[in-house]
């Protein structure tokens, strides 16, 4: 079946440095891939929708400068947290919809950021 | 944007007992997603319902939607350890099966 991977699985950055995390579709290209964030014990909230060749569209809420997402092909999104601080701290999971109007969205293992 | 209530939002039950997870919406769905997640890793997909009055079942999971498309329940028969975890209803927010909005969580856990 369809399979989307993360990279990497968990980070830990000093405050004010940037962190890039990939969002892969394994067999299966991907026009758009959504990013979530979820805190401890706490649901999974959309970020943002990456779109294959052009602008990211951000949720209310979402600094997008803070969040730069970039879909520069069908089978990858990358999501950099610029000048991280530790507020930043989360778990970050991005999803996929499989080809043929499955129905399915396909979930990554997710990417924990710790930012000291 | 819809908003999703589970409940309960948390149950510790007995290996071998039967339990049900309820997820409420305050719009009707267009869709509605049932997932498992173990905390700190991804989500796997359990069902999707999109029909008023559909029910599906893989294993000893059982999933429906009322008729009037707002309200889910996830119901869990013989319960096992295997089936302790985070259980998120998304829903469908505009009708093409992409964007979900997730609902608050249920940790399930399964006592020997």
């Known amino acids: 079946g369809a399979v989307v991977s993360q990279h990497p699985s968990w980070v830990i950055c000093k405050s004010g440095t940037s962190v890039k995390i990939e969002c892969r579709s394994l067999?299966?290209?991907?026009?758009?891939m959504f990013w979530y964030r979820q805190f401890p014990k706490q649901s999974l909230m959309l970020m943002a929708t990456s779109n294959e060749g052009s602008k990211a569209t951000y949720e209310q809420g979402v600094e997008k400068d803070k969040f730069l997402i970039n879909h520069a092909s069908l089978t990858l999104s990358t999501l950099t947290v610029t000048s991280a601080h530790p507020e930043d701290s989360s778990f970050y999971i991005c999803s996929a919809r499989g080809r043929g109007n499955t129905g399915e969205l396909f979930f990554g293992e997710g990417s924990r950021l710790t930012v000291l | 944007s819809q908003e999703l209530e589970q409940s309960p939002q948390s149950l510790i039950v007995q290996e071998g007992k039967n339990l049900t997870i309820n997820c409420t919406s305050s719009?009707?769905?267009?869709?509605l997603y049932w997932y498992k997640q173990k905390y700190g890793e991804g989500l796997i997909f359990l069902m999707m319902l999109q029909k008023g009055g559909e029910e599906k079942s893989h294993e000893k999971i059982t999933a429906k939607l009322d008729e009037k498309k707002q309200q889910s329940s996830l119901h869990i028969t013989a319960s096992q350890p295997s089936h302790a975890g985070i259980y998120l209803c998304g829903a469908d927010q505009a009708g093409g099966g992409n964007k979900l909005t997730f609902g608050t969580g249920t940790q399930l856990k399964v006592e020997l």
């Open positions: 719009k009707t769905l267009y869709g």
């Open positions: 067999d299966f290209q991907a026009t758009t």
